[in-house]
């Protein structure tokens, strides 16, 4: 047990090492925080794709859907980790095929994101994976499609929460699994 929390600080502490905070941006008021240092360190980054294919890979997880754009860069290393196939939830209007859809709001206005109907097979067991965990509309929404699409949540993963902005509370019915909470 104390080894297992010797490790969860550790990773919390690269992880931590890897995120700059970006002040006013996208917007004034909004602290962005940016992954791509982390992103650019090797080991940081196998170690957040092997945490989380470690707490999910037990649950035959049949796809990773990864949110534009960051759950993207996380979610398609994860799916190959576990054997299973990537699906994008992108912006409205980005993708070609038939989608469906579903609307949702952010610390800083609304969006529309985007799956290809014919993405998820019924039944099967989806990973949905993110970068930041902020108010929970995107979550929220990911969550909508894959059901509307037949498949069942097994999960819904990122590489950091932001506990002040309470986005855990539009998630209640789906296993969070946050590498990292501040």
Do not use: N
């Amino acid at each position: 047990m104390a080894e297992q929390l010797t490790q969860r600080a550790d990773l919390s502490d690269l992880i931590a090492a890897g995120i700059r905070d970006i002040p006013d941006f996208p917007k004034p008021g909004v602290t962005f925080k940016d992954i791509t240092p982390l992103l650019a360190t090797p080991e940081a980054l196998r170690a957040v794709v092997s945490a989380v294919a470690e707490q999910y890979g037990t649950d035959g997880v049949d796809a990773v859907v990864g949110l534009e754009a960051r759950g993207f860069i996380l979610a398609t290393p994860i799916a190959l980790e576990l054997g299973a196939g990537f699906i994008p939830v992108r912006k409205a209007g980005k993708l070609p095929a038939r989608t469906l859809r579903e609307s949702y709001d952010l610390e800083y206005g609304t969006a529309t994101v985007e799956m290809h109907a014919d993405a998820i097979t019924p039944g099967s067991r989806v990973l949905i994976v993110d970068d930041v965990l902020a108010t929970g509309g995107t979550g929220r929404a990911a969550v909508e499609l894959v059901r509307r699409a037949g498949g069942t949540v097994v999960g819904f993963s990122v590489l950091m929460e932001l506990a002040f902005l309470q986005g855990r509370d539009q998630l209640t019915d789906v296993d969070v699994h946050a590498l990292t909470v501040v």
